[in-house]
């Protein structure tokens, strides 16, 4: 993504030997090493005579010394260089003088610096040692405010495009034009809010591990990784509370301004939550026209005006309701930014919502509010919606029981009621209703013909088959169930408290499992 990117700052430039050389004050000669010259930038000067000065220095320096202690043999100059070498000394340099120990470089100084790969440099007679300091650290400073000063300018780019119509888009080409690196912004969801190179749903996918790891730290997530070539960045998004995600992308040898990304998330968070802002109006507007719908079923007519009257399609609609004790209307903003095409209202402490039936209304909730109770009514015409969101209500409490978001389907069906119902009470219900049959002589035979026949609709032919008896048979047991129980198994009532009392033996008998 975005390989054609001009590089406006390299982040604090250090000296190079070659700019050292290149110095008409400093007149510095490189007589050794020059296979390692290209490698070796200085990030500050030392002067030291001695012998081991590695443990004294921090890695990174010019060193300077006019060999007071220089050793008198190849092999002892080798160890010294390689020393310093191994210590992070970037060059030497050798001060020379008449009235300094060395007039010029010795033979066994130059080919021991050659074989460990240490440029030597020398320092002639009437420069002395602090003009090279001087000129090491005035790069530095330099450096330190071209940094400084494209900071600002930067900051000042960001800062106008903030305040312009651009939007999140401005902001992310304003930061790309100034550091050369690609700048994406996805919702909650992981869709592309703005992005300042094509390719922001590949960059999503190649940060979906670490999106995944730093997800519940809320505006504390941040994360970096750095492979293939490539140093990509996750950021939360929000000034309250997570509202996006910003992803970085760039070469990883790129240099990388800290306080410039720091300032790219507080401006993208700003612009974020201005949307969050200027949504409020159509917040209230749409929180209007779901307290309409959900006093009663409506006329679809009336329901379609309503609905485009607050920019939703007029289509079947699906609701919602969701447990937020804390954080209600955060959790209301929330959807309504992420879901477009949602009405959105707060009741209390729940959020109740609705959105076109093709909506992926679990996987929104799962995302958004997935440890938080909620239920989920089903897709119903726009005129009817209030049965929906009832049956929303409904299943919210059940989520509440189960500890997981509940579909309407999920609890239309008399077992997860009767579970719901507890083990006592049920085995109670049970035993009263089928205590006859068990203190018969043929209890087990008696229970399960009963079972057959209930399951067969009450109908003879089919309970006996599945039994393998004959009809006769079959209504022997079917009026002995009858006399036993007093009940009538014509009658609609009688088989139902008959089913029911089944139906309870067997869920008391899971719960207490």
């Known amino acids: 993504m975005g390989e054609n990117r001009p590089i406006v700052f390299d982040n604090l430039s250090m000296l190079s030997i070659a700019e050292l050389l290149a110095d008409p004050d400093l007149r510095l000669s490189l007589v050794a090493g020059q296979d390692a010259v290209q490698d070796s930038e200085i990030e500050a000067a030392a002067v030291s005579e001695l012998a081991r000065p590695g443990p004294w220095l921090q890695g990174g320096e010019l060193l300077l010394t006019i060999g007071l202690l220089l ?3 190849f092999d002892g100059c080798r160890d010294y260089l390689a020393d310093l070498k191994a210590a992070g000394v970037r060059a030497v340099a050798l001060g020379l003088g008449g009235d300094l120990p060395h007039q010029c470089a010795p033979r066994r100084l130059i080919d021991a610096a ?14 002395p040692f602090i003009a090279v300091t001087k000129a090491v650290f005035a790069h ?20 106008a495009a903030a305040v312009s119509p651009g939007g999140l888009l401005g902001i992310l080409a ?5 550091t050369g690196r690609t700048g994406v912004v996805i919702d909650l969801l992981g869709r592309v809010l703005a992005e300042s190179d094509p390719g922001g749903d590949e960059l999503s996918v190649a940060l979906a591990d670490q999106l995944t790891a730093v997800r519940d730290h809320g505006l504390a997530a941040a994360a970096v ?12 998004l929000g000034a309250r509370r997570l509202r996006a995600w910003l992803l970085l992308d760039s070469p990883a040898e790129m240099p ?5 990304t720091g300032d790219l998330v507080s401006l993208l968070s700003l612009e974020i939550e201005r949307r969050h802002g200027l949504d409020s109006g159509q917040r209230r507007g749409r929180a209007q026209v779901l307290d309409r719908l959900a006093r009663a079923t409506v006329d679809d007519v009336v329901a379609a005006r309503w609905l485009t009257a607050v920019g939703v399609p007029d289509v079947d609609l699906r609701a919602a309701a969701v447990a937020a004790p804390q954080d209600a209307d955060d959790l209301a903003a929330d959807l309504l930014i992420t879901l477009p095409d949602a009405l959105v209202r707060v ?11 093709g909506t992926d209304l679990p996987g929104v909730l799962g995302t958004l509010a997935g440890h938080r109770a909620a239920g989920i009514g089903i897709g119903v015409r726009p005129g009817a919606l209030a049965v929906s969101l009832r049956q929303a209500r409904s299943a919210l409490a059940a989520s509440r029981v189960n500890g997981r978001h509940m579909p309407a389907e999920d609890i239309a069906s008399s077992r997860l009621l009767l579970t719901a119902v507890g083990a006592e009470p049920l085995s109670a219900f049970a035993d009263a209703v089928l205590g006859p049959l068990d203190a018969a002589d043929r209890s087990a035979e008696l229970l399960h013909s009963l079972t057959v026949f209930l399951e067969n609709n009450g109908q003879w032919a089919p309970a006996a088959a599945a039994l393998q008896v004959h009809r006769h ?6 009026d002995a169930i009858e006399r036993l129980t007093g009940r009538r198994l014509d009658s609609v009532h009688d088989r139902h408290e008959l089913w029911l009392a089944l139906r309870a033996r067997d869920a008391a008998r899971m719960s207490t499992d």
């Open 140 to 159: 530095r400073a330099r450096a330190e405010r071209r940094e400084l000063e494209w900071a600002l300018q930067t900051q000042r780019a960001l800062t």
């Open 225 to 236: 990784d750095i492979s293939g070539g490539r140093r990509r960045e996750l950021h939360g």
């Open 347 to 357: 009741v209390d402490d729940v959020v109740e919502l609705a959105v076109p039936r």
């Open 256 to 260: 990388v301004a800290q306080q410039i």
């Open 473 to 478: 048979t079959m209504r022997n047991r079917v």
């Open 114 to 127: 050659d074989e460990v790969g240490l440029p030597l440099l020398t320092v002639p007679d009437p420069v």
């Open 71 to 73: 050793p008198g043999d």
């Open 174 to 178: 304003a930061h790309r034009t100034a």
